[in-house]
Nanobody
Framework: QVQLVESGGGLVQAGGSLRLSCAAS????????MGWFRQARGKEREFVAG????????YYADSVKGRFTISRDNARNTVYLQMNSLKAEDTAVYYC?????????????????WGQGTQVTVSS
């Protein structure tokens, strides 16, 4: 089993930055691919970014490419999402997820464990 806890959300003005953290605990965490998803009010959950724990491969949704960066610190069992140049449309609850896979997927159904989420609100 893997337990995930997100933190770092909050209120920020458009153009600002935030860094989200996802602390993981449980067995064989380093072998899981990790992803960040978000869900805005009235919208479906969407993929944001993914990273392979077996290497350095990263993937991003077109809507955040060039603005967001996903990274990991295996010694701390933590995954990060650095968010720059934030827009009002980035407002959502952000979730981290772990997949029993060698590489991340853009499909939420492929992920086995989920955190409780952290709210990000961008004011315009």
């Amino acid at each position: 089993q893997v337990q995930l806890v997100e933190s770092g959300g909050g209120l920020v003005q458009a153009g600002g930055s935030l860094r989200l953290s996802c602390a993981a605990s449980g067995r064989t965490f380093s072998s899981y691919a990790m992803g960040w998803f978000r869900q805005a009010r009235g919208k479906e959950r969407e993929f944001v970014a993914g990273i392979s724990w077996g290497g350095t491969s990263t993937y991003y949704a077109d809507s955040v490419k060039g603005r967001f960066t996903i990274s990991r610190d295996n010694a701390r069992n933590t995954v990060y999402l650095q968010m720059n140049s934030l827009k009002a449309e980035d407002t959502a609850v952000y979730y981290c997820a772990a997949a029993r896979s060698t590489r991340p997927s853009m499909m939420s159904i492929q992920y086995d464990y989920w955190g409780q989420g952290t709210q990000v609100t961008v004011s315009s």
